[in-house]
């Protein structure tokens, strides 16, 4: 056992190494239908419809369908509810929140030649928020198989001592420190140590040295080239709570152009710009009365997080086919992501009965709070690009029926550089586990002098090829508005639901929690015709 425990203090640092996996990937190839509460009450199917400024984030011809140039904003409240088990416990979470997630203006400018065939052309500029990443849940149970030690265990197995718990002489050189003031201070060796390893060595032996130092992780000898481990934390069973917080949105900026060419065609192109911001802080804590356990209380905290930017392109295109039949044809680009990660950990421990440890002292507790935010390498992600079909019947001026489908291939997304061994391998889990998802939405809506009843459905397929991490996705809505004339009312509620296993951990604590979540909200969205 080792002779001290030392609490680390620590400071900011930049660590090379890469902590992206197939979770993080997906994150950001998901859209959901955010937008007007019009397009939302039509639960998104507006492919062939256009005249709507969030219809122009699926197809970029539908601004052309606009008679007159065009303002809208819209506020929505979220709430969502998250349902969990993880093993014999059951838990309920909800949260809610008010953003502006539309607004955007269509300037509509007429051809004055009225014997040229292009009747029209339309600039557009507009913001909307294509997925919203707040939720707030946890879950407890009681786990009989895992523990948190497995999650030091397995990544320290294999490993010599001196790589994750660095000498004095070590941290001497690299960072020009005396050596014996280092030896002297424990809290400056533990902040170094976490510096070090994330710098030159990889994130993985930051989670050997945080279960050394926390005495979760015992060395069968304490020679630096000892490469097998134990965990103080016994066989049995494990109360375990997991907490989840999540915050920040994935966001689009729209630059439109569109055109109508005679009577029945209208063309046009998007060119967006992403933003992506995201913060992600977990909390296990796990205790257990095992017998022989030297560890009896864990309490393990992560925290992420994220910020990034993209580009993508869109084309599209609506025509009507008959005096009342539209059909609509679109294609997203796949988006290509520059993004930047950040990381911090702490870890607790505590002994009910005491370690006695070869200076003679004892052993209670231990609180490692390296203070230490690992900056990791900016790295790209491309994820795929989708192509939608739309299908609309318009019944005159009482109302319409409109239906899209669309197809994105989730296996497509990629970690860049492709050269990078890392990458490469996140790359094959993604082939591996996601396909191609398909999306239905179908949407109406009736009109009774200035009001329109409106309602709308949507099935998303899930991105996995085994149905559970991540199941089917289904949503209904359900919305009013009121024409004033130049200036609309609407308001809608929509509602979507769906399944997810959560795994806590990629390695080791493996298990994973069921999540039944449920997304609420409602929109109002002010628009008017300049």
Known sequence: MKKGILLCLGFITISLTNAQDITDALRYAKDDVQGTARYRALSGAFGALGGDMSAITINPAGSSVFNDSHISLSLSNQNNKTETQYFNGKESSSDSNIDLNQIGAAFVFNNGNANSKWKKFTLGISYNKIEDYNNDWSVQGTNTSNSIGNYFLENAQGQELFVFYPSNNELSQYFNINENIIANNNNLYNELSYQFLGEVENSQQQQNFLGYQSFILEPETTDNTNTVYTSNIKDGEYRQEHTYVATGYNGKFTINASTQYGENLFLGVNINTHFINYERSTYLFEQNNNAGSLINEVGFENNLRTIGSGVSLQLGGILKVAKQLRIGLS?????????????SQSIK????????????????????????INLYQQYNLK?????????????????????????????????????????????????????????YKIGGEYKIKQ??????????ESPYKDDETVGDLTGYSLGLGYNFGKLKLDLTFDQWQRETNYQLYQVGLTDAANLDSKNANITMSVSFNL
């Open 331 to 343: 294609y997203d680009t796949p988006t290509w992501y520059t993004i930047e990660d950040e990381t």
């Open 451 to 460: 009001f329109s009843l409106r309602g709308g459905y949507r099935l998303e």
């Open 349 to 372: 421990t505590l002994s009910y009965d005491g370690i006695a440890l070869e200076d003679g002292s004892t052993f209670y507790n231990a609180n490692i709070n390296p203070r230490v």
């Open 383 to 439: 994820t795929p690009g989708k192509l939608t079909g739309s299908l609309a019947y318009v019944f005159g001026t009482s109302g319409l029926l409109s239906f899209d489908y669309s197809m994105k291939d989730y296996s497509n997304t990629k970690f860049k550089p492709t050269s990078d061994a890392y990458f490469s391998y996140q790359n094959s889990i993604i082939n591996d586990n996601l396909t191609t998802a398909a999306t």
